[in-house]
């Protein structure tokens, strides 16, 4: 199976150590330090447990100079997407596979899925449909990471905790590529699991994301601290009493309240979410994929979401002023 890794970051390096592993030649299109980095040293990871891999991967700059590939992973930062799906097109074919691993909710979100709203574009995420019409949803997997990893180096990725990942169709259904790549996968050494309703695994997740994310970049305040704060807290669970009563409406569920989530975040101890590692690192903040999408569904499912309305503007403001939206 030919893999191409689109997005040489830490869990597309995670991801591509796993592919290669697996026996599969792994291509990365890349640039700069990293483009180097990757062509005399391969790709490198340090394990959660101390060890090393490294494997040799073929990387380029220019898309068309690898060609059509079996399986694209899509693991960059959803503000960047727009231009990387207009510059895959060389490298998806008739029956290529697109496994997307980002951030908040895909663009693809309502294809096949999502009762009245089913079919609608999200604007958010996707304005005019440049994203759909460049990677049609036929090609998409799906994917919710459930790691914990960072770039030690350009091309060397350091995994600090966690190993799992989910992967499902967009239509629910157990498909045998679905079967075939969780299988491939889970070879390469990540704990696989299959999932018939990915959206109801992308909307949990981002259940937690949608508020600590935002929240953190505002403040500059680790995870523990936002919840230490009775009346910061008091405003996150009232964005997620929004967002859980959305799912509702969409036919995804949660069967939590705010605090049984405030206490799984809490036991990851003091920790800077990655919209608060972009905003230190002056890259443009993931606010539509985590705030906007979920505003836009309000709109759709008719929820009422004036305390993620204020989330949003805030931050979005913010990242306007420092020019990171």
């Given at each position: 199976?030919?893999?191409?890794?689109?997005?040489?970051?830490?869990?597309?390096?995670?991801?591509?150590?796993?592919?290669?592993?697996?026996?599969?030649?792994?291509?990365?299109?890349?640039?700069?330090?990293?483009?180097?980095?990757?062509?005399?040293?391969?790709?490198?990871?340090?394990?959660?447990?101390?060890?090393?891999?490294?494997?040799?991967?073929?990387?380029?700059?220019?898309?068309?100079?690898?060609?059509?590939?079996?399986?694209?992973?899509?693991?960059?930062?959803?503000?960047?997407?727009?231009?990387?799906?207009?510059?895959?097109?060389?490298?998806?074919?008739?029956?290529?596979?697109?496994?997307t691993a980002m951030?908040?909710?895909?663009?693809?979100?309502?294809?096949?899925?999502?009762?009245?709203?089913?079919?609608?574009?999200?604007?958010?995420?996707?304005?005019?449909?440049?994203?759909?019409?460049?990677?049609?949803?036929?090609?998409?997997?799906?994917?919710?990471?459930?790691?914990?990893?960072?770039?030690?180096?350009?091309?060397?990725?350091?995994?600090?905790?966690?190993n799992r990942l989910?992967?499902?169709?967009?239509?629910?259904?157990?498909?045998?590529?679905?079967?075939?790549?969780?299988?491939?996968?889970?070879?390469?050494?990540?704990?696989?699991?299959?999932?018939?309703?990915?959206?109801?695994?992308?909307?949990?997740?981002?259940?937690?994301?949608?508020?600590?994310?935002?929240?953190?970049?505002?403040?500059?305040?680790?995870?523990?601290?936002?919840?230490?704060?009775?009346?910061?807290?008091?405003?996150?669970?009232?964005?997620?009493?929004?967002?859980?009563?959305?799912?509702?409406?969409?036919?995804?569920?949660?069967?939590?309240?705010?605090?049984?989530?405030?206490?799984?975040?809490?036991?990851?101890?003091?920790?800077?979410?990655?919209?608060?590692?972009?905003?230190?690192?002056?890259?443009?903040?993931?606010?539509?994929?985590?705030?906007?999408?979920?505003?836009?569904?309000?709109?759709?499912?008719?929820?009422?979401?004036?305390?993620?309305?204020?989330?949003?503007?805030?931050?979005?403001?913010?990242?306007?002023?420092?020019?990171?939206?």
């Open positions: 199976m030919k893999v191409c890794i689109y997005g040489a970051g830490a869990i597309g390096g995670w991801l591509g150590v796993a592919l290669a592993q697996a026996g599969h030649p792994v291509s990365i299109v890349a640039r700069g330090d990293t483009l180097r980095s990757l062509q005399a040293e391969g790709l490198r990871m340090r394990r959660a447990d101390g060890s090393l891999a490294q494997v040799a991967v073929t990387a380029h700059s220019d898309p068309a100079a690898l060609g059509v590939q079996d399986l694209v992973v899509v693991a960059v930062k959803a503000p960047g997407l727009p231009d990387v799906a207009r510059a895959m097109a060389p490298l998806i074919g008739p029956d290529t596979i697109v496994l951030n908040g909710v895909p663009w693809w979100f309502l294809d096949g899925f999502g009762g009245a709203a089913q079919g609608c574009a999200l604007e958010s995420v996707d304005a005019g449909g440049v994203i759909a019409q460049a990677i049609p949803v036929r090609h998409v997997v799906g994917s919710v990471v459930h790691t914990s990893c960072s770039l030690e180096a350009p091309g060397f990725v350091k995994q600090h905790f966690g989910i992967v499902g169709e967009p239509d629910g259904s157990r498909s045998a590529r679905l079967q075939a790549l969780a299988d491939t996968l889970q070879r390469g050494g990540i704990d696989v699991e299959v999932s018939t309703n990915i959206q109801k695994d992308i909307w949990f997740k981002l259940w937690g994301n949608l508020t600590v994310n935002p929240i953190s970049a505002l403040t500059g305040a680790t995870t523990d601290r936002i919840l230490d704060d009775d009346l910061v807290r008091g405003f996150v669970s009232a964005v997620m009493l929004e967002a859980k009563a959305i799912g509702d409406q969409l036919g995804l569920p949660i069967d939590q309240q705010p605090e049984d989530r405030h206490a799984v975040t809490r036991k990851l101890g003091a920790f800077k979410t990655s919209m608060l590692q972009d905003v230190e690192a002056g890259k443009p903040m993931e606010i539509d994929a985590l705030v906007g999408a979920v505003r836009e569904l309000g709109q759709i499912t008719h929820t009422p979401t004036p305390h993620t309305d204020a989330l949003l503007g805030l931050v979005r403001l913010m990242a306007r002023t420092r020019g990171l939206y």
